[in-house]
T-cell receptor, first 115, second 117 residues
Framework: DTGVSQDPRHKITKRGQNVTFRCDPI?????LYWYRQTLGQGPEFLTYFQNEAQLEKSRLLSDRFSAERPKGSFSTLEIQRTEQGDSAMYLC?????????????FGPGTRLTVL | GENVEQHPSTLSVQEGDSAVIKCTYS??????FPWYKQELGKRPQLIID?????GEKKDQRIAVTLNKTAKHFSLHITETQPEDSAVYFCAADSIAKLTGGGNKLTFGTGTQLKVEL
């Protein structure tokens, strides 16, 4: 499968614990996005990388959230001191440089459940 | 901020009938309008998109129309099949392209389409 991949697919944690998710974009896609999707809603933008630079962050991204893309390839999203309200599907998407740069390809997501 | 409204929230059709899902957006500077299909527990998959320089685009049984003046766009699925059953999301890009040329998408709340035999 050469699409966007995410790991883990499911994560159950207790409130107050830290969790980290990984996203591997499509090879050579230089733009990478994180979205959050709650039940019955569409994805909501969290943050965006161009290569290794994090260029935009949503107000949804509290200071407990941090994202990195150290070498401009895979990205990690860490949530510290998780809260029950963090329970959601965390989706990653990537898009290419050049033609059709608007098109975003999504990964399967990481479903987070905070108990 | 940007807002995208999507209707209906649920849609049930008989196999072979057509289905239409409508979206409106608030940002007059939006230029890109994708539609995603999401099956239960799976990733959103792009099924069709349209850019503001065209009014209609078709791909086999799927078509999208765009009215920039009225700020609405619609998804049309003809000859529906049971495998079309899924949640469909519309989206629009934001007024300000993200720094570096990235594209923030604002999504509608989704339409649960059920195609009945």
């Amino acid at each position: 499968d050469t699409g966007v991949s995410q790991d883990p697919r499911h994560k159950i944690t207790k409130r107050g614990q830290n969790v980290t998710f990984r996203c591997d974009p499509i090879s050579e896609h230089n733009r990478l996005y994180w979205y959050r999707q709650t039940l019955g809603q569409g994805p909501e933008f969290l943050t965006y990388f161009q290569n290794e630079a994090q260029l935009e962050k949503s107000r949804l991204l509290s200071d407990r959230f941090s994202a990195e893309r150290p070498k401009g390839s895979f990205s990690t999203l860490e949530i510290q001191r998780t809260e029950q309200g963090d329970s959601a599907m965390y989706l990653c998407a990537s898009s290419p440089w050049g033609r059709d740069t608007d098109t975003q390809y999504f990964g399967p997501g990481t479903r987070l459940t905070v108990l | 901020g940007e807002n995208v409204e999507q209707h209906p929230s649920t849609l049930s059709v008989q196999e072979g009938d057509s289905a239409v899902i409508k979206c409106t957006y608030s940002d007059s500077a939006s230029n890109y309008f994708p539609w995603y299909k999401q099956e239960l527990g799976k990733r959103p998959q792009l099924i069709i998109d349209i850019r503001s320089n065209v009014g209609e685009k078709k791909d086999q049984r799927i078509a999208v129309t765009l009215n920039k003046t009225a700020k609405h766009f619609s998804l049309h699925i003809t000859e529906t099949q049971p495998e079309d059953s899924a949640v469909y999301f519309c989206a629009a890009d934001s007024i300000a392209k993200l720094t570096g040329g990235g594209n923030k998408l604002t999504f509608g709340t989704g339409t649960q389409l059920k195609v009945e035999l």
